[in-house]
C-alpha cells in the first residue's frame, strides 16, 4: 500500500510493513470496483487522521466510497475533511483552475418574510467570459435561464451555471436610487485559471500612505511547481516597499484559504524583523505519525528570508484584515502566526474557525481508482503555542459588507475598506448609505473546493 506522494521514506517503510500481512490476508479485488478504493481509503485513514483514536467504525467495504469516508470521520468535531470523484479535479480546483464564467456571488433572501431571492455579484474574475459582458460588482441577479430564484430552487440554479446559462439582473441607478433592470446576457462557463491576487493600489489620504491587497485565495501559482502567484505577490510587496506606505491593509473577506505555502510567503512579506530562523507555525499531528517519524515530533515552519519584506516600516508595527464570515483557514493561520510579531487589526465579520490542516490523497498505485481525499490531518499553532480560534476570530470592529450595497473593490466609499481608511486616518467617512438587512443563504464561494481549506504541502516536503 502506498500512500499518495507526501510521506516521508521513512514513513512509507513502517507503513508498508504494519500493513502487509493484513493486505496478504484480505482477498484479491477488482481495482475499479469500491472495495478497492475503500480499502486505500481506510489504509491511508488508519495512518494520518488526526482523530485517528476517534475514527468511526468502517462500514460494508462495497459501499459507495462516499459513504465510506464519511463513516470514519469524527463528526461533528471534524467539520472539514472531504472526499471527491476525481483527484486531478481537485488539484486544479486548489490552484484556481475551475469549470467557471467567471463571476461569484452571495445569495440573500429578497426580504424577510418572503421566499425569493436574489444574487448580488461580489466580484468578477479577469480573462473570463463574464468580464466581456455587461456585469459589475453589486449587480443583482433576479433569475437564472429565466427561472426567479427561490430558497427552494437556488441549490439546483447553482449548477446550471457550469454550463451555457442567462442571467436577468439589476443595477443601482444613482439617479433614480433604485435598482434598475439591464438586459439579460448570456455567458458559457469555461476551464479558467482564476488569479488570486485580484487587486492592489497605494492611497494617499491626510498625508498618510496606505497599501492596499485583495487576495482570494492561497496559491503558489496554476500548476504543479508553479510560484506564478507568489512571485505576483513579491512584486506588490515591492511596490508597497518603494512607495514607503505607513499603513497595510490586507482584504481576506473572500478567502476561504489554500496552500500554506503562500500563506508563509504573504506573512514573510509583512511581519517586521523575521527570517529563516524565525517561526511562523507549529504543526502537530496524530500520535502515530509523531511517535514514528522524527521530523514530526516538533514539526514548525518558518518564515522566510524576503528582500520585499516592509521591515519597521508600518505605523504602531500594525496591520488591518479585512474579513468575512467565509474567511477561514490559510486566512486564519496568517492571522495567528503575525500575532506574536504584530498588531494584528481586524475589521469585518467574525471569521469561519479552521485551525487544522489537509493534505491532498491520491491512489499511486491503482489507477482506476480516481477518488482524491483530503483529510484533516493536523493542527497549527503559532510560535506562542496559541491555536484558541477554532470559533474564528472575533474583529476589533465588526461590520458585515451585506449592511450596504457593494461597491466596487477600491472604492474609497466602499464598507470595510472606508471603516479601515477612518481608523487609519482618524477622520469620518463622510458616506451615508442605506442600511439593509439582508439574510445571508449561501454563496457561489460555498461551492468552492478551497473554501475552508488549509492545504498542509507534503510531508517532508
Known amino acids: 500500500m502506498k500512500l499518495a506522494k507526501f510521506l516521508l521514506i521513512p514513513l512509507i517503510a513502517i507503513v508498508l510493513f504494519s500493513c502487509q500481512d493484513k493486505e496478504d490476508k484480505l482477498p484479491s479485488v477488482d481495482p475499479d470496483s469500491n472495495a478497492a478504493a475503500n480499502r486505500w481509503i481506510l489504509g491511508v485513514m488508519k495512518q494520518v487522521y488526526f482523530w485517528v483514536e476517534n475514527m468511526g467504525t468502517p462500514i460494508a467495504e462495497t459501499s459507495d466510497p462516499e459513504d465510506y469516508f464519511e463513516a470514519l470521520l469524527f463528526r461533528p468535531t471534524d467539520r472539514f475533511s472531504a472526499i471527491f470523484p476525481n483527484y486531478q479535479e481537485l488539484i486544479n ?14 445569495l440573500f433572501r429578497e426580504n424577510p418574510t418572503g421566499n425569493n431571492v436574489v444574487a448580488e455579484i461580489t466580484y468578477i474574475k479577469k480573462n473570463s467570459p463574464a468580464s466581456n459582458v455587461n456585469l459589475r460588482r453589486g449587480d443583482v441577479i433576479t433569475q437564472i435561464n429565466g427561472k426567479t430564484i427561490t430558497i427552494n430552487n437556488f441549490r439546483d440554479l447553482l449548477k446550471e451555471i457550469d454550463g451555457l446559462h442567462t442571467l436577468s439582473y439589476l443595477r443601482f441607478d444613482k439617479e433614480a436610487q433604485a435598482f434598475v433592470a439591464q438586459a439579460d446576457v448570456s455567458l458559457t462557463a469555461v476551464q479558467l485559471a482564476e488569479k488570486p491576487n485580484f487587486l492592489d493600489t497605494v492611497y494617499t489620504l491626510n498625508n498618510e500612505k496606505i497599501g492596499y491587497v485583495v487576495y482570494h485565495f492561497f496559491a503558489p501559482g496554476p500548476g504543479q511547481n508553479s510560484t506564478v502567484y507568489d512571485n505576483e505577490m513579491d512584486a506588490i510587496f515591492a511596490k508597497f516597499k518603494a512607495a514607503n506606505i505607513d499603513h497595510l491593509i490586507v482584504d481576506f473577506r473572500y478567502n476561504g ?10 506573512a514573510s512579506l509583512i511581519a517586521p524583523g523575521v527570517g529563516s530562523a524565525s517561526v511562523f507555525s507549529k504543526t502537530k499531528y496524530n500520535k502515530f505519525l509523531t511517535e514514528n517519524v522524527e521530523g514530526l515530533r516538533n514539526a514548525q515552519t518558518l518564515f522566510r528570508n524576503k528582500a520585499q519584506n516592509l521591515g519597521n516600516t508600518l505605523e504602531g508595527n500594525r496591520v488591518y484584515i479585512l474579513t468575512s464570515s467565509r474567511t477561514a483557514s490559510a486566512s486564519e493561520l496568517i492571522i495567528n502566526g503575525l500575532k506574536p510579531y504584530m498588531d494584528v487589526f481586524i475589521i469585518g465579520d467574525k471569521t469561519t474557525g479552521k485551525n487544522v490542516g489537509s493534505v491532498a490523497f491520491e491512489d499511486e498505485e491503482n489507477e482506476e481508482n480516481l477518488y ?5 490531518i493536523s493542527q497549527s499553532f503559532n510560535s506562542l503555542d496559541q491555536s484558541d480560534y477554532s470559533n474564528g476570530f472575533t474583529p476589533n470592529i465588526t461590520i458585515k ?19 479601515a481608511i477612518s481608523h487609519i486616518t482618524g477622520l469620518p467617512t463622510g458616506a451615508r448609505f442605506q442600511q439593509l438587512d439582508r439574510i445571508d443563504v449561501g454563496s457561489t464561494l460555498d461551492t468552492k473546493i478551497r473554501a475552508g481549506l488549509m492545504l498542509e504541502s507534503p510531508i517532508g516536503k
Open 401 to 419: 459588507e451585506s449592511q450596504e450595497r457593494l461597491r466596487p473593490f477600491g472604492d474609497v466609499t466602499e464598507l470595510l475598506l472606508r471603516t
Open 372 to 376: 482524491g481525499i483530503l483529510p484533516i
Open 93 to 106: 480546483s486548489l490552484n484556481g483552475i475551475n469549470l467557471d464564467a467567471g463571476y461569484e456571488f452571495i
Open 257 to 266: 484559504g489554500g496552500f500554506v505555502s503562500s500563506a508563509v510567503n504573504l
